[in-house]
């Protein structure tokens, strides 16, 4: 642990202030980059067998729908010719005949009801991905918050360090000279700047 603090030591000691602060920004950038990254890919992961499930159902759904067209037809066309039969049956007397024509189309009616219902597993299957899918998705943006929120508390103690720290040596040097040498507010970013309308925003609990 020593060994890392006076390695660390050392490459601080060669930064300038502004180089310091630059590294501070790109940490935090490459941090959240880094979190997000995490989370993206992590979902992706997670729901890499669901696209593929999507997929073939879908694929096989849009085949169900031309089955059903067609199914459709047929039975159409298929009771319209029993119909006419029939009713030629039963001129002739022969009524039993007739009715059993009129069955026929049943089998079709059945086909096309066999087809519809797996249209229906299909639609079943597809919200219960889609559900499983915002399940993944709430908990990643669970554990996206969770990793974040200690970022952001890590960054919040630094901000606090380095305040309190400029603060307690600037007081003591203004105790030395005599004078006043700054302003609290000199040390953070003005009303006007992004960095204090995010941070008032949020400590305000606006979100």
Same mark, same amino acid.
């Given at each position: 642990? $020593?060994?890392? *603090?006076?390695? +660390?030591? &050392?490459?601080?000691? &060669? ?10 920004? +790109? ?8 979190l997000a990254d995490r989370r993206e890919k992590s979902y992706a992961l997670a729901c890499a ?9 879908? /694929? ?12 459709? #037809?047929?039975?159409?066309?298929? *009771? ?10 039963? @001129?002739?007397?022969? $009524?039993?005949?007739?009715?059993? /024509? ?7 009616? %059945?086909?096309?009801?066999?087809? #519809? ?16 899918? /915002? *399940? ?6 669970? &554990?996206? @918050? &969770? ?23 600037? $007081?003591? @040097?203004?105790?030395?000279? %005599? ?8 040390? *953070?970013?003005? #009303?006007?700047? =992004?960095?204090?309308?995010?941070? =008032? ?7």
């Amino acid at each position: 642990m $020593n060994a890392v *603090t006076i390695q +660390d030591r &050392s490459v601080v000691e &060669s930064m300038s202030a502004e180089e310091m602060s630059e590294r501070i920004r +790109d940490f935090s950038r490459e941090a959240l980059a880094e979190l997000a990254d995490r989370r993206e890919k992590s979902y992706a992961l997670a729901c890499a067998d669901f696209a593929e499930e999507l997929a073939v159902l879908s /694929k096989e759904g849009d085949g169900l729908e031309s089955e059903i067209l067609r199914a459709k #037809e047929l039975l159409e066309a298929s *009771t319209r010719i029993a119909r006419f039969e029939a009713d030629r049956l039963v @001129l002739l007397g022969e $009524n039993v005949a007739a009715q059993a /024509k009129l069955r026929e189309p049943e089998e079709i009616r %059945g086909e096309l009801a066999r087809i #519809e219902a797996r249209r229906g597993e299909i639609a079943e299957r597809c919200r219960e991905i889609e559900t499983a899918k /915002k *399940t993944e998705l709430r908990r990643g943006a669970e &554990s996206f @918050l &969770s990793d974040c929120t200690g970022l952001i508390r890590g960054a919040e103690s630094g901000l606090a360090l380095i305040l309190d720290g400029a603060r307690s040596t600037l $007081n003591g @040097l203004e105790t030395e000279i %005599g004078a006043s040498v700054y302003q609290p507010a000199d040390l *953070t970013a003005d #009303e006007k700047s =992004n960095e204090w309308v995010t941070l =008032n925003r949020l400590y305000r609990g606006r979100g």
